[in-house]
């Protein structure tokens, strides 16, 4: 009988920080203003966050799903932390929440 586990692959890889300045993506604090259904929120970017935009923007986030799994709650008024794509300034997802 052959035996699978002698020739399991020992798996010690270093982990590896995930880059959050990943190329083409637009991170940016806002504070939350709005609580929705489905762990959506909207959430006001202040002026000057944003490239080209003079005004403050209200954007619609979904929570991401590293925050999804660990159950952080979110309230409106809390300062938050969210990544954009330069192609939809109106979407967004929120990827951290300061204390």
Known sequence: MYNYHSRKKSH????QEVSSNKPGV???EGEVAEALPNTMFRVRVPKGSLPTIDEDRVVLCHLSGKMRI????ILPGDRVKLEMT???LTKGR???RNR
């Open 86 to 88: 330069p192609y939809d």
């Open 26 to 28: 637009i991170e940016v």
């Open 94 to 96: 929120i990827t951290y």
């Open 12 to 15: 010690n890889r270093q982990r």
């Open 70 to 73: 660990h159950y952080v709650r």
